[in-house]
């Protein structure tokens, strides 16, 4: 026999002999659970392999790997070492002896419930059979079924595409649940107070359902319970008001049937005793202590052990100052989110990014704020740090900060950047790793002795279980055997106006301000006051948010999913009113429905996350965004989609990412032409041309800079036209074609942007590269820094990075060993924030061969600046940068040729030769053929020479000024100068 139990109704089935004896119940609505033989195993603590189990039990299907790496893990780092991880973790709770139930290979996962009860298929097969069909008895057990919310407490914030998912079928879950619950009040219609019963449940799983409201209503009156029937008429209307709408006609007819009658009284909370001192920890406490002398410590340990407990006492004991920081769920996607909460300094500064702000000023400003205060940096809740909040913490732990954290251990597989902060600290030696156990029973008995609490029953080490155990002992409830389950006792017990009042911080996923939760709720901040101090003294409250994350969480799953999408609507649209975080913004906005709002606020943070050198965040934020576009009119979306494309283009550099944005951008310029949207066309083919140059694909980028210059000229808007020229100018320039008509393009640009009194940074960026390819090389300088200057003002770190590599450049060329080395030392910072492109490598091996320039200007030789030239160029042929490989070869070549080190030089030169390149990147404007026959004329080849300048001169590219040069001194040593003059003539 197998023994299934749904709720509190028990379903048996027969099983064939030898079949496996162990009862299998596999529960998604609600939070998720595995039963086996009536008992429940744990699960994983990694969110993402529950969310994992929970999407292959709904969706009972085969899945390609690739899917489902891109659904969780749609990251640079080994999705399918992450998927076969969580594999790992979910097989033991779920294959029977002699029967894997997760079928996978190669390429496929699926999960095999076959003879298991899977609680939501279990409800769809009775609608299929039909609701109107089935007995009270069936549609009852159907609703026992539905324990919460489908998949309850696993959002994702950091897996979009999962999180689309999860939406829709919450939805369609929600509306299952409602069908079963309006069928059985509708079979249960003779017997009031069962349909009574349900018609509760209807209204807490939608609030804003007005006539299960009203079916309420009716059903009370006719129990002659007038006076609650008209308290929910006054629950109806406030919910509307916050909609702002009004009651219908119908249900102001069953409100004059009821009468007038007087509100129930309100119950008052009990009040609870004072926080306990810390009991039980002091070695742990010392060992943290002596850990954060040394440098970084981090605690690890299950929700409620302790670990923030142990760092607040820490802090209290501590010689020197201390800078508290937390990290919030809510807040992954919000760049330096628990330093901004730790350092209000640090946020003000990334409120408007300064003209020259990059990221190394940025953290070694945020490293002066805590030096000057001396303190020791204490983080809590790790597991939910975001890459950039990670990064800085590494920085500052590298500068000399100490560092105390605290983490779920289970959780931090879940969060690449806090694994990645762990690894780095670890492998420099600096971490200290304290694991929290459970506490001695004396410890347990002690602290509920502070709070006035009676002993429990049992070998209990959770600090949190033990204190609501004992309160519910206190308070005549039967004690939970869990924490979470203690919790959400406790939050049924308050009376509804605090429970509504924690309704607002649960779904802001913070604290918030008794001034905004008076603006929220229509309350009087005097009476917000007395029910925040009344829910702090129970220990529910620190101030105005949650004395710990899981009473945040329990008081969210409390709420009626129907009424958390309302909140959330209410409290984005008001943030946005207030100006807060565009970020956070976006997140209400999305979780309440609000796709408009949550696609422009999402745009914003974007756009801020790439100003401040948080790509991974801006990226996340990108594509939370474009599924929710076409909520927007065409106008709007065309051009949201267009700039939320060019954050994919500028944060995710990856090769088939950036052919995928180019996809894109070509379908929204194509319908921006039809729509005749001249600026957004001009925009995207600009756009399409980034995209190409940062997958290497000159031609097409050349391609994409033109056409957006032939779609601006007939805009009449002269801004769009100056961008759109000076950005064709400036691609030409960089490729060093056509030199005349990109100084066309740029004196017609210019023209255009003085008519608006506008700066176009790309105008002196292509004039730049024009007097490079001149020899001009003061008026090259002088362009190049001013787009340095133009380009951090504006949070363009690509063009920032490009005119510093041109000043380096030049300066290598012009053997000014000194500004070289400026110049690569101030690049290098920049380009470093841009870990997704070629930029830190190219900037590193710009640095070592300023390096060796300087040593050969003093005569000397630095071997670890060749080591590093390797390192840095092996890095580039990985990533395939073949121009940028071919250009670094023939400046180190041409220096060790002026150095004599001709082995050296040829060397270099044979590697350009090799097996891949092609060759007009091997010999790109002839440059390399003039190298070679420099090499040969030192040799006293110059019959090798005269072929190699002749060859030089066939090439199909233009020749630079500095090149030219080169060519005619060459000739003249190698005794054919007067035909190269007047083939080079011929060229020019």
Same mark, same amino acid.
């Given at each position: 026999?197998?023994?299934?139990?749904?709720?509190?109704?028990?379903?048996?089935?027969?099983?064939?002999?030898?079949?496996?004896?162990?009862?299998?119940?596999?529960?998604?609505?609600?939070?998720?659970?595995?039963?086996?033989?009536?008992?429940?195993?744990?699960?994983?603590?990694?969110?993402?392999?529950?969310?994992?189990?929970?999407?292959?039990?709904?969706?009972?299907?085969?899945?390609?790997?690739?899917?489902?790496?891109?659904?969780?893990?749609?990251?640079?780092?080994?999705?399918?070492?992450?998927?076969?991880?969580?594999?790992?973790?979910?097989?033991?709770?779920?294959?029977?002896?002699?029967?894997?139930?997760?079928?996978?290979?190669?390429?496929?996962?699926?999960?095999?419930?076959?003879?298991?009860?899977?609680?939501?298929?279990?409800?769809?097969?009775?609608?299929?059979?039909?609701?109107?069909?089935?007995?009270?008895?069936?549609?009852?057990?159907?609703?026992?079924?539905?324990?919460?919310?489908?998949?309850?407490?696993?959002?994702?914030?950091?897996?979009?595409?999962?999180?689309?998912?999860?939406?829709?079928?919450?939805?369609?879950?929600?509306?299952?649940?409602?069908?079963?619950?309006?069928?059985?009040?509708?079979?249960?219609?003779?017997?009031?107070?069962?349909?009574?019963?349900?018609?509760?449940?209807?209204?807490?799983?939608?609030?804003?359902?007005?006539?299960?409201?009203?079916?309420?209503?009716?059903?009370?009156?006719?129990?002659?319970?007038?006076?609650?029937?008209?308290?929910?008429?006054?629950?109806?209307?406030?919910?509307?008001?916050?909609?702002?709408?009004?009651?219908?006609?119908?249900?102001?007819?069953?409100?004059?049937?009821?009468?007038?009658?007087?509100?129930?009284?309100?119950?008052?909370?009990?009040?609870?005793?004072?926080?306990?001192?810390?009991?039980?920890?002091?070695?742990?406490?010392?060992?943290?202590?002596?850990?954060?002398?040394?440098?970084?410590?981090?605690?690890?340990?299950?929700?409620?052990?302790?670990?923030?407990?142990?760092?607040?006492?820490?802090?209290?004991?501590?010689?020197?100052?201390?800078?508290?920081?937390?990290?919030?769920?809510?807040?992954?996607?919000?760049?330096?989110?628990?330093?901004?909460?730790?350092?209000?300094?640090?946020?003000?500064?990334?409120?408007?990014?300064?003209?020259?702000?990059?990221?190394?000023?940025?953290?070694?400003?945020?490293?002066?704020?805590?030096?000057?205060?001396?303190?020791?940096?204490?983080?809590?809740?790790?597991?939910?740090?975001?890459?950039?909040?990670?990064?800085?913490?590494?920085?500052?732990?590298?500068?000399?900060?100490?560092?105390?954290?605290?983490?779920?251990?289970?959780?931090?597989?879940?969060?690449?950047?806090?694994?990645?902060?762990?690894?780095?600290?670890?492998?420099?030696?600096?971490?200290?790793?304290?694991?929290?156990?459970?506490?001695?029973?004396?410890?347990?008995?002690?602290?509920?002795?502070?709070?006035?609490?009676?002993?429990?029953?049992?070998?209990?080490?959770?600090?949190?279980?033990?204190?609501?155990?004992?309160?519910?002992?206190?308070?005549?409830?039967?004690?939970?055997?869990?924490?979470?389950?203690?919790?959400?006792?406790?939050?049924?017990?308050?009376?509804?106006?605090?429970?509504?009042?924690?309704?607002?911080?649960?779904?802001?996923?913070?604290?918030?301000?008794?001034?905004?939760?008076?603006?929220?709720?229509?309350?009087?901040?005097?009476?917000?006051?007395?029910?925040?101090?009344?829910?702090?003294?129970?220990?529910?409250?620190?101030?105005?948010?949650?004395?710990?994350?899981?009473?945040?969480?329990?008081?969210?799953?409390?709420?009626?999913?129907?009424?958390?999408?309302?909140?959330?609507?209410?409290?984005?649209?008001?943030?946005?009113?207030?100006?807060?975080?565009?970020?956070?913004?976006?997140?209400?906005?999305?979780?309440?429905?609000?796709?408009?709002?949550?696609?422009?606020?999402?745009?914003?943070?974007?756009?801020?996350?790439?100003?401040?050198?948080?790509?991974?965040?801006?990226?996340?934020?990108?594509?939370?965004?474009?599924?929710?576009?076409?909520?927007?009119?065409?106008?709007?979306?065309?051009?949201?989609?267009?700039?939320?494309?060019?954050?994919?283009?500028?944060?995710?550099?990856?090769?088939?990412?950036?052919?995928?944005?180019?996809?894109?951008?070509?379908?929204?310029?194509?319908?921006?032409?039809?729509?005749?949207?001249?600026?957004?066309?001009?925009?995207?083919?600009?756009?399409?041309?980034?995209?190409?140059?940062?997958?290497?694909?000159?031609?097409?980028?050349?391609?994409?800079?033109?056409?957006?210059?032939?779609?601006?000229?007939?805009?009449?808007?002269?801004?769009?036209?100056?961008?759109?020229?000076?950005?064709?100018?400036?691609?030409?320039?960089?490729?060093?074609?056509?030199?005349?008509?990109?100084?066309?393009?740029?004196?017609?640009?210019?023209?255009?942007?003085?008519?608006?009194?506008?700066?176009?940074?790309?105008?002196?960026?292509?004039?730049?590269?024009?007097?490079?390819?001149?020899?001009?090389?003061?008026?090259?300088?002088?362009?190049?820094?001013?787009?340095?200057?133009?380009?951090?003002?504006?949070?363009?770190?690509? &063009?920032?990075?490009? #005119?510093?590599?041109?000043?380096?450049? +030049? @300066?290598?060329? =012009?053997? *000014?060993?000194? $500004? !070289?080395? %400026?110049?690569?030392?101030?690049?290098?910072?920049?380009?470093?924030?841009?870990?997704?492109?070629?930029?830190?490598?190219?900037?590193?091996?710009?640095?070592?061969?300023?390096?060796?320039?300087?040593?050969?200007?003093?005569?000397?030789?630095?071997?670890?600046?060749?080591?590093?030239?390797?390192?840095?160029?092996?890095?580039?042929?990985?990533?395939?940068?073949?121009?940028?490989?071919?250009?670094?070869?023939?400046?180190?070549?041409?220096?060790?040729?002026?150095?004599?080190?001709?082995?050296?030089?040829?060397?270099?030169?044979?590697?350009?030769?090799?097996?891949?390149?092609?060759?007009?990147?091997?010999? &790109?404007?002839?440059? #390399?053929?003039?190298?070679?026959?420099? +090499? @040969?004329?030192? =040799?006293? *080849?110059?019959? $090798? !020479?005269? %072929?190699?300048?002749?060859?030089?001169?066939?090439?199909?590219?233009?020749?630079?000024?500095?090149?030219?040069?080169?060519?005619?001194?060459?000739?003249?040593?190698?005794?054919?100068?007067?035909?190269?003059?007047?083939?080079?003539?011929?060229?020019?």
């Amino acid at each position: 026999m197998l023994h299934l139990v749904a709720g509190d109704v028990s379903v048996t089935k027969r099983t064939a002999p030898g079949a496996a004896l162990q009862p299998l119940i596999l529960r998604v609505l609600g939070g998720m659970c595995v039963e086996r033989a009536g008992v429940r195993i744990d699960l994983p603590p990694s969110k993402k392999t529950r969310a994992l189990l929970g999407y292959l039990l709904v969706e009972p299907r085969e899945h390609t790997r690739e899917k489902l790496c891109t659904l969780f893990w749609d990251l640079p780092d080994d999705p399918r070492g992450a998927l076969r991880w969580s594999l790992s973790r979910l097989r033991p709770l779920l294959d029977d002896p002699g029967r894997p139930r997760i079928r996978a290979d190669r390429e496929r996962v699926q999960i095999d419930a076959a003879g298991a009860l899977v609680d939501l298929h279990a409800a769809e097969a009775l609608r299929a059979r039909g609701l109107a069909r089935a007995s009270v008895s069936e549609l009852t057990k159907a609703a026992g079924l539905f324990r919460g919310e489908l998949l309850e407490g696993l959002e994702l914030a950091d897996s979009f595409r999962f999180q689309a998912w999860c939406t829709a079928r919450r939805e369609e879950a929600r509306r299952l649940h409602a069908e079963i619950l309006r069928a059985l009040c509708a079979a249960q219609s003779g017997e009031p107070e069962e349909a009574l019963v349900v018609a509760r449940r209807l209204v807490e799983l939608d609030p804003s359902d007005e006539a299960a409201h009203r079916e309420v209503m009716s059903l009370l009156g006719r129990l002659q319970r007038q006076r609650e029937a008209v308290a929910q008429y006054d629950a109806l209307r406030e919910i509307l008001r916050t909609a702002g709408q009004r009651p219908s006609p119908e249900t102001e007819v069953v409100r004059r049937s009821l009468g007038a009658t007087q509100a129930a009284p309100v119950a008052q909370p009990r009040k609870s005793a004072p926080a306990s001192p810390l009991l039980g920890r002091d070695a742990e406490r010392a060992a943290l202590e002596r850990a954060i002398e040394k440098g970084a410590a981090v605690l690890l340990g299950e929700p409620g052990i302790g670990k923030s407990r142990l760092l607040e006492e820490v802090a209290a004991r501590t010689r020197t100052a201390t800078i508290f920081g937390r990290c919030y769920e809510a807040e992954q996607a919000r760049p330096y989110g628990c330093f901004i909460e730790a350092l209000p300094a640090l946020g003000t500064l990334l409120a408007e990014p300064p003209e020259a702000l990059d990221r190394a000023r940025l953290f070694e400003a945020a490293s002066a704020l805590v030096r000057r205060r001396g303190a020791t940096i204490l983080l809590d809740d790790l597991q939910w740090i975001d890459e950039a909040s990670a990064a800085l913490a590494h920085h500052l732990a590298r500068t000399g900060s100490r560092l105390a954290l605290a983490a779920r251990e289970g959780e931090l597989a879940d969060n690449a950047a806090a694994l990645r902060l762990l690894r780095a600290l670890r492998r420099e030696r600096v971490l200290v790793e304290i694991n929290l156990g459970p506490l001695e029973p004396s410890a347990i008995a002690g602290i509920l002795e502070s709070r006035g609490l009676p002993a429990v029953e049992g070998n209990v080490g959770n600090p949190l279980l033990a204190l609501e155990m004992g309160r519910a002992l206190a308070d005549g409830r039967p004690p939970m055997s869990g924490v979470a389950e203690a919790l959400e006792q406790r939050f049924d017990a308050l009376d509804p106006p605090s429970q509504s009042l924690l309704w607002w911080p649960a779904v802001m996923g913070s604290g918030m301000s008794v001034e905004r939760l008076a603006m929220v709720t229509g309350r009087p901040p005097a009476a917000i006051i007395e029910t925040l101090s009344e829910l702090e003294k129970r220990g529910l409250l620190r101030d105005t948010d949650f004395a710990h994350d899981l009473m945040r969480e329990a008081a969210y799953r409390r709420i009626p999913p129907a009424r958390r999408k309302l909140l959330h609507a209410t409290l984005a649209r008001a943030l946005w009113e207030w100006r807060e975080a565009p970020g956070t913004v976006a997140r209400q906005a999305m979780l309440g429905g609000d796709d408009v709002l949550a696609v422009r606020a999402s745009l914003l943070a974007a756009q801020h996350a790439i100003r401040v050198f948080a790509a991974k965040e801006a990226l996340s934020l990108a594509q939370q965004a474009l599924p929710l576009l076409p909520a927007l009119a065409r106008e709007e979306r065309l051009r949201a989609h267009l700039d939320l494309l060019l954050v994919c283009v500028h944060a995710d550099k990856r090769p088939d990412r950036l052919e995928r944005a180019a996809q894109d951008l070509s379908r929204v310029v194509l319908e921006a032409q039809q729509a005749g949207l001249g600026d957004v066309v001009a925009e995207g083919f600009h756009a399409l041309s980034q995209a190409h140059y940062f997958r290497k694909d000159e031609t097409a980028a050349l391609q994409g800079s033109l056409r957006s210059a032939e779609a601006a000229l007939s805009e009449p808007d002269p801004l769009v036209r100056a961008r759109a020229l000076a950005q064709a100018g400036r691609c030409l320039a960089q490729l060093e074609m056509q030199i005349d008509r990109a100084g066309k393009m740029l004196d017609d640009a210019s023209a255009a942007a003085q008519a608006e009194l506008a700066q176009v940074v790309d105008i002196p960026f292509g004039r730049a590269l024009i007097a490079t390819f001149l020899g001009e090389d003061d008026t090259a300088r002088r362009h190049f820094e001013e787009v340095a200057r133009a380009a951090r003002a504006s949070g363009d770190h690509w &063009r920032e990075t490009e #005119a510093l590599f041109g000043l380096c450049r +030049l @300066a290598i060329e =012009r053997r *000014d060993a000194q $500004e !070289a080395l %400026r110049a690569a030392e101030a690049v290098l910072p920049v380009a470093e924030q841009m870990p997704e492109g070629d930029e830190p490598a190219l900037a590193r091996a710009l640095l070592a061969l300023a390096r060796m320039l300087d040593a050969d200007v003093r005569g000397a030789h630095d071997a670890s600046a060749r080591a590093s030239f390797q390192l840095a160029l092996a890095e580039l042929i990985r990533n395939e940068a073949r121009y940028r490989t071919t250009q670094l070869l023939l400046m180190r070549a041409e220096l060790d040729l002026a150095a004599g080190r001709l082995d050296e030089a040829a060397a270099a030169a044979q590697e350009l030769r090799a097996p891949g390149r092609e060759l007009h990147e091997q010999m &790109r404007h002839g440059r #390399a053929h003039v190298l070679v026959a420099e +090499l @040969a004329l030192a =040799r006293g *080849d110059k019959t $090798e !020479a005269r %072929r190699q300048l002749e060859l030089a001169l066939a090439a199909p590219w233009p020749i630079s000024a500095r090149l030219q040069a080169r060519i005619s001194a060459a000739a003249a040593r190698a005794g054919s100068r007067g035909g190269t003059d007047a083939a080079l003539h011929r060229r020019v």
